[in-house]
């Protein structure tokens, strides 16, 4: 991806954002399109070890403009405090990502472990992460942005949320109040604070990344299990979806280019929505 190009359409020059699950797959490689379009970018997660490599891959000038930060999506305290030390350096904050989220083997449904099996803490974990870990950010960076009457928020929903997936209860359910939370939030904030202040989702199909790589590839092998095929089957566009196929509609939905836009989910999946598999 030549950052340069995306840079052309959207310059964000002097505008800040937090992303959340930043040191993540797909939030790393936004947090890294997003400073090749000048933004700074406060990167937060709760393990900031693999984010030195992002600030590597960033180069010395882009690193110039990224910050790490420490933040567990689930510590009300903890989001305040980085939201303080981003205010600190770079003065306010403009943009929020909401890029924390997953699931885990515990929670998920399967041969060895069927649905009245799954542990209660396995699916409140799972359910507390997608939804309260999209929710509570948006209080601590929202309240930030209701002051100044003006921010944007994007939040990552799922497919799971259009139409649940086999063996994910908990993961289907958190997203799909991701994509409720994000309806009710935009109305919330254009009529209580401020119509400038926009609140939108992505929905992405299927990347491969660290939370699904169980379910879609063997562990010895690395070859798709049936389940990695049938995703690639029912995708129209006949594969998984690489991190820079979100650029676009990221950058869309946190610039004024989409400033009539607020309280909508996009699904960015090759056609796999659309797809009834006939
Ligand atoms: N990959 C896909 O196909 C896909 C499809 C649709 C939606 N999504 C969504 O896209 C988002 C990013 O997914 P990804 O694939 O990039 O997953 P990922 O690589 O696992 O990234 C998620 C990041 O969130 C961090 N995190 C977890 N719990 C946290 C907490 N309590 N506080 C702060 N950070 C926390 C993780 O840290 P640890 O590594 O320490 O856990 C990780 O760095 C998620 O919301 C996911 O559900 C992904």
Request: aromatic residues 8%; proline residues 5%.
């Amino acid at each position: 991806m030549n950052y340069d190009d995306l840079a052309r359409q959207y310059d964000f020059t002097g505008r800040t954002v937090v992303i959340t699950g930043a040191t993540g797959v797909l939030g790393g490689e936004i947090a890294c399109a997003l400073v090749g379009c000048r933004a700074n970018v406060a990167m937060l997660d709760r393990n900031l070890g693999p984010g030195k490599g992002l600030l590597e891959l960033m180069g010395p000038d882009g690193a110039s403009h990224a910050v790490l930060v420490g933040g567990d999506v689930l510590d009300v305290e903890s989001l305040q405090r980085a939201a303080r030390s981003v205010v600190e350096r770079f003065g306010r904050i403009d943009a929020l990502i909401n890029a924390a989220g997953g699931n885990k083997p515990e929670a998920t449904a399967g041969a060895d472990r069927s649905f009245f099996d799954l542990p209660s803490e396995a699916l409140r974990w799972v359910i507390d992460l997608n939804l309260l870990g999209t929710i509570l950010p948006c209080q601590v960076f929202g309240r930030l942005m209701a002051e100044r009457g003006e921010g944007v928020i994007l939040n990552i929903s799922s497919m799971n949320a259009f139409r649940p997936l086999t063996r994910i209860p908990a993961y289907s359910a958190g997203k799909a109040g991701v994509s409720n939370f994000t309806q009710w939030l935009a109305v919330h904030m254009a009529q209580e604070y401020s119509p400038r202040i926009r609140v939108n989702a992505i929905a992405p199909g299927f990347f491969l990344t660290n939370q699904n790589r169980f379910l879609l590839t063997e562990r010895e092998s690395g070859e798709l299990t049936p389940r990695g095929r049938s995703i690639v089957a029912h995708t129209p566009m006949g594969r998984f979806g690489e991190p820079a196929d979100l650029f676009g509609t990221v950058m869309w939905l946190l610039s004024d280019a989409s400033a009539f836009v607020t309280g909508i989910v996009v699904p960015i999946d090759g056609g796999f929505s659309a797809f009834s598999g006939v």
